[in-house]
């Protein structure tokens, strides 16, 4: 059974980098699609960016400039690191794996992290 | 940017009701649709990809249709468990987008 298990501070000032850990029991991150997906408080969900087998990342144009997904294969991990963070990236973040086998599809999210910023 | 445009963004039912909630793209997005269900503490679940195919244990009360920029999630008879906000969300394009959502209530 594939289970994603998400890691990383869930309270920031400021300015500072977030960086979220997600990783794979029963399975690994190589060969994958992953996508982080936020939901701010109250609002609905957005999604921040894609990571695709071959490593090649797309993001939100918003916040492009300031965040990176990358994948650790040697760890078996996945990160999304977002640089200068302001009230307004406080959310829940989920980290998301996709693949399509032969035209099946499977589809699995983390359990969530709160994120806070706050002074 | 392709938006998606959901409707109703919330609406209220009953056990044994028939809900269609519509999701319209600013563009085609040809069969790059999905369709997921959020309760509140947890994460989302995937229900529906490709416009109209069942994730594996999503019950078949649970469809999808529609092409070119209008798709519709129906639950044919709901359940108890399916009071929850749902999302559609495209992937035809970068940035990938979601509908604002549809609460049922």
């Known amino acids: 059974q594939v289970q994603l298990q998400q890691w990383g501070a869930g309270l920031l000032k400021p300015s500072e980098t977030m960086s979220l850990l997600c990783t794979v029991s029963?399975?690994?991150?190589?060969?994958?699609?992953w996508n982080w997906v936020r939901q701010p408080p109250g609002k609905g969900l957005e999604w921040i960016g894609e990571i695709n087998p071959a490593g090649s990342a797309d993001y939100l144009p918003s916040l492009k400039n300031r965040v990176t997904i990358s994948v650790d294969a040697s760890k078996n991990q996945v990160s999304l690191n977002l640089k200068s963070v302001t009230a307004a990236d406080t959310a829940v973040y989920f980290c998301?794996?996709?693949?399509?086998?032969?035209?099946?599809?499977?589809?699995?999210w983390g359990q969530g992290t709160l994120v806070t910023v706050s002074s | 940017d392709i938006q998606m445009t959901q409707s109703p963004s919330s609406l209220s039912a009953s056990v044994g009701d028939r809900v269609t909630i519509t999701c319209r793209a600013t563009q085609g997005i040809r069969n790059n649709l999905g369709w997921y269900q959020h309760k509140s503490g947890e994460a989302p679940k995937r229900l529906i990809y490709?416009?109209?195919t069942l994730y594996s244990g999503v019950p078949s009360r649970f469809s999808g249709g529609g092409s070119g920029t209008e798709f519709t999630l129906t639950i044919s008879s709901l359940q108890p468990e399916d009071f929850a906000t749902y999302y559609c969300l495209q992937h035809q394009s970068f940035p990938y987008t979601f509908g604002q959502g549809s609460r049922l209530e």
């Open positions: 029963g399975g690994s991150v190589s060969g994958f699609f």
């Open positions: 998301v794996r996709d693949h399509c086998p032969g035209g099946v599809c499977y589809n699995y």
């Open positions: 490709a416009v109209s």
